[in-house]
């Protein structure tokens, strides 16, 4: 049982490791409200109903908990790495028309 369990911990350990540093390149580009919001969004409404429900309704324990907390921490990741890209391209964007811009005037 714990060397499964230590396979959920290490899967929880990169998620949330990912999560981190995604956050301080969303404040790096100054979003600062992304991370709150992508975090709220995957730990309540995805990891806490996914540990619920594998952990007593399929009947999976402690690894159903575990399960569900490494399920919010991805999704969670997966949300705040969609979250940098689209901001990084946005910002990109508005950086190239600013230069366009200086060369054309």
């Not at 409200?33 to 806490?48: E, H, R, S």
């Not at 908990?65 to 991805?74: A, H, K, P, Q």
């Amino acid at each position: 049982m714990a060397a499964t369990l230590l396979w959920f911990a290490i899967a929880h350990q990169y998620f949330k490791g990912s999560q981190n540093i995604c956050v301080g390149l969303l404040c790096g580009l100054g979003n600062t409200k992304a991370g709150f919001t992508n975090t709220l969004v995957g730990y309540w409404m995805i990891g806490i109903p996914a540990m619920a429900l594998c952990a007593y309704v399929l009947n999976w324990q402690s690894y159903g908990v575990w399960f569900g907390l490494c399920l919010g921490f991805g999704a969670t990741s997966l949300l705040l790495w969609r979250r940098f890209i689209t901001e990084l391209h946005s910002s990109r964007t508005v950086h190239d028309q600013a230069a366009v811009s200086r060369i054309a005037s």
